[in-house]
């Protein structure tokens, strides 16, 4: 499909308002990090005898293995659009439902694998919770905590923030669904990074990033596969 001149100067708009966006929240993010709040937030949830939410029915059960299983079945649910006319989604293109779900497919794949790579040790494991690494921050790389590392960003956040893509495929067909979408994906999202604070699974920021990661990768996919959707979203709400 050719794209007339009007579309593509409209989708080119619409590319550079989404990229403004994710250095606007990584600008955000930066200054969350120059706050040093981490560690203090940590320790407003744990103490020398660990972590008390860590293994609470609330927050170890419903809220963490509960939470997985909802990501799931949505993610089940947007499988199933892709075949069947399903409520939601019905108005989006099945070629950008496709996108969706590979794009979800894709966040959550990467979180995990950018966790197992990377050597900062969850709260839990510092020694003034009752571990034995000490407390190095994430983005000092090649610095070791003495502990097993493994826990940055966080994974459990991804079950919300790896559904952004929802937001993409629906806001320009559905943009009263694509904002509710929005909220309840953040809302979740940050809700989940909470709950690992408390359990002392992740700092707070381990959570934000796995947002903007998901936010950035979302939107650079969305974007690099116009071509491919045949139609671009050049009708983007000028606000949320």
């Known amino acids: 499909m050719a794209f007339s001149k009007f579309e593509l100067d409209a989708c080119k708009q ?16 930066m200054l969350w990090e120059l706050s040093r709040l981490d560690l203090p937030l940590a320790r407003l949830c744990g103490s020398s005898q660990g ?20 990501a ?13 006319s399903v409520p939601v989604l ?15 497919l894709l966040c959550v794949t990467l979180i995990p694998l950018l966790k197992q790579a990377s050597s900062t040790s969850c709260p839990w494991s510092l020694v003034e919770f009752g571990g034995e ?10 610095y070791g905590d003495g502990g097993p590392g493994g826990c940055f960003p966080a994974g459990h956040a991804s079950s919300a923030f790896g559904f952004l893509a929802g937001w993409f495929a629906l ?18 999202g940050l809700l989940l990074g909470w709950v690992q604070m408390m359990r002392g699974a992740h700092y707070l920021s381990h959570s934000l990033w ?18 491919w959707r045949d139609r671009c979203s050049c009708r983007v709400p000028t606000s949320i």
């Open 51 to 70: 972590f008390p939410w860590r293994n609470h029915w609330l927050t170890g059960g419903v809220l963490h293995g509960g939470a997985r299983a909802v």
């Open 171 to 188: 806001r320009e067909s559905a943009p009263r669904a694509a904002r509710w979408w929005l909220i309840l994906t953040v809302t979740i």
């Open 72 to 84: 799931l079945g949505v993610l089940a649910y947007a499988v199933l659009s892709i075949r069947v």
């Open 210 to 227: 796995t947002a903007w990661i998901c936010w950035a990768v979302t939107t650079a996919s969305f974007h690099s596969t116009r071509r």
């Open 90 to 104: 019905r108005s989006v293109s099945q070629r950008d439902r496709i996108w969706m779900v590979g794009s979800i």
């Open 14 to 29: 619409a590319a550079l308002r989404d990229a403004v966006g994710v250095c606007v929240l990584l600008m955000l993010l």
């Open 133 to 142: 690494a000490q407390y190095v921050p994430h983005w000092l790389l090649g």
